[in-house]
């Protein structure tokens, strides 16, 4: 049996899919990227490929993307997030949404992209340069208030009433906010449901960028916060579709390529 890898070497997370040769999604790895990319993520593929039970050299074709994906030598060939992000998302929604318009939070930046009528990328936003709208504020916000991030969305749910303007355009004033909001005795629910409003008024504006497209997806570590999914579909007063596994979409897509280019090189 042939299996087609795709990485996705991500600032905060290493994510691994493995598709076959009907581009099933068949297995997938997620870690932390750590300080050396290209150490854990050859590391995340051995694991994968050790608890799925596959040899080594049955993944004929290895595809990279991310932030990281030029320090993965042994790859094939590397591709842009915004490519294997469509491909991946396009993939992961096929018969359940018309894909037109991408939202990605990750850890450290966010893209809005845009798809025509067959599924290409017409236009893309991306805001990297400000941690406020990414997952690190998501960790940093759970930091501060002694939970886990995958604790947010069930405290989201739980907030009473009006949620709180965070109003600090800035993570590090943002923090300080935060800090004082709870020295005032707000309480941790209704924060986290200001903190997910305000990453969904910011994500808004960056989609608006782009041009805001009915089949609106969302992916991305930060989708799997229902909170801040519930956020940004009261914001936008529309549903929006999230993948079975949002974090790994974009290696999913990978994978994909993976598949594609083996086979028109092999015929
Ligand atoms: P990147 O590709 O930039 O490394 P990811 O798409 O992997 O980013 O997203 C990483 C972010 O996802 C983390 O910073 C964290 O905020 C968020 N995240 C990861 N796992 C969860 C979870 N189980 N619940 C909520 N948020 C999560």
Redesign the pocket.
């Known amino acids: 049996m042939k299996y087609f890898a795709g990485i996705?070497?991500?600032?905060?997370?290493?994510?691994i899919a493995l598709v076959d040769t009907d581009k099933n999604l068949i297995g997938h790895k997620?870690s932390a990227?750590g300080s050396m990319f290209y150490k854990y993520a050859k590391q995340t593929l051995k694991d994968m490929l050790e608890e799925l039970n596959i040899a080594p050299e049955d993944v004929v074709y290895t595809v990279a993307t991310?932030?990281g994906r030029k320090l993965f030598k042994e790859a094939d060939e590397n591709i842009s997030?915004i490519t294997a992000n469509a491909l991946g998302a396009r993939a992961a929604a096929e018969g359940q949404c018309n894909i037109k318009t991408i939202i990605?939070?990750?850890?450290?930046?966010s893209k809005a992209i845009s798809l025509d009528e067959d599924g290409n990328v017409v236009n893309f936003a991306m805001n990297d340069r400000c941690a406020a709208g990414?997952?690190?504020?998501?960790?940093v916000v759970?930091m501060n208030l002694e939970l886990e991030?995958?604790e947010?969305?069930a405290y989201h749910f739980k907030s009473q009433g009006t949620p709180l303007a965070i109003n600090s355009t800035c993570a590090v004033f943002a923090e300080s906010e935060i800090i004082g909001l709870l020295g005032n005795n707000n309480s941790v629910e209704d924060i986290v449901a200001g903190v997910h409003y305000s990453i969904a008024k910011r994500i808004i504006k960056l989609v608006k960028r782009v041009g805001i497209k009915e089949g609106i997806y969302f992916?991305?570590?930060?989708?799997?916060?229902k909170g801040?999914v519930h956020a940004i579909e009261n914001e936008l007063s529309r549903e929006i579709f999230i993948p079975k596994f949002?974090?790994i979409t974009?290696a999913y897509g990978a994978a994909i390529l993976a598949h594609e280019s083996h086979s028109y090189e092999n015929g």
């Open positions: 996705d070497i991500g600032s905060t997370a290493i994510k997620i990227s991310g932030y997030e990605n939070i990750g850890g450290q930046d990414t997952g690190k504020f998501l960790d759970a991030v995958d947010l969305g992916d991305g570590g930060p989708a799997l916060n801040l949002p974090q974009t």
